[in-house]
Structures are given as C-alpha cells and as structure tokens.
C-alpha cells in the first residue's frame, strides 16, 4: 500500500526528489511520515506531513534542505554524504485528541510502512 522511489546515485549537493505510492487508504485520514536509516544506525523520523493540509514538520537535520511538496512528494536539496540511507515513507493514522485531530509520526504509531528506496550521496 506504500511504496517509496525516486532514490539513487546523487552527488554532494544534489536534489533528488522522492515519492511515495500510495494505496488502500484516505490520506487525508493519515499522517506520512518519511524515514530513513543509514547502515549501524536507528532508523530517523525526517519529515511528517500531515495528511488533511499538507503541513510538514522537519527533523533538525533536513530542516532546510528537505521539502514536502505534497503529502507524497519530498523534494531533497543540498545533499550531505551523512543523508545517504535507505527512506522509506509510512503511513499513521489520525486520532481525535482534545478537540482536534492530531497528526503524529511516531515509528511505533505507523499502520503502514512502505518499502524503501535507497539514497548514496556519493563522497
């Protein structure tokens, strides 16, 4: 149901940009979170765009750089060798909290993960 692509070989300072595939859900009901992990490493939150308007919130190492254009597309400028990993995109449900629909990306919280697409910024 998700399916990330758009990843490969960048050079320092490249803009690659990713999509995720979506299917079987509304995504207006859900939050996309974006992930990725580097070879030894946890897999990192980047990004989560909330599904009703788009609004995307950005780790501290991509904010800047990264760019949800949509709730489906994550526009990637100005990479690092240290952004090479595997990104994957993710799918959470929202939940009626205090009034309001909140929109969370935790890892623990993702319904649906997609597979991911591989990202080498070459040194």
């Known amino acids: 149901q998700l399916q990330a692509s758009g990843g490969g070989l960048v050079q320092p300072g490249g803009s690659p940009r990713l999509s995720c595939a979506a299917s079987?859900?509304?995504?207006?009901?859900?939050?996309i979170g974006w992930f990725r992990q580097a070879p030894g490493k946890k897999r990192e939150a980047v990004v989560c765009?909330?599904?009703s308007d788009g609004s995307a919130y950005y780790s501290d190492s991509v904010k800047g750089r990264f760019t949800a254009e949509n709730t489906v597309l994550l526009q990637m400028d100005r990479l690092r060798p240290e952004d090479t990993a595997v990104y994957s995109c993710?799918?959470?449900?929202?939940?009626?909290?205090?009034?309001?629909?909140?929109?969370?990306?935790?890892?623990?919280?993702?319904?649906?993960w997609g597979k991911g697409t591989q990202v080498t910024v070459l040194q």
């Open positions: 993710a799918a959470a449900p929202r939940a009626y909290a205090g009034g309001t629909w909140q929109y969370t990306c935790s890892e623990n919280g993702m319904a649906y």
């Open positions: 079987g859900f509304k995504l207006n009901d859900y939050a």
């Open positions: 765009v909330q599904g």
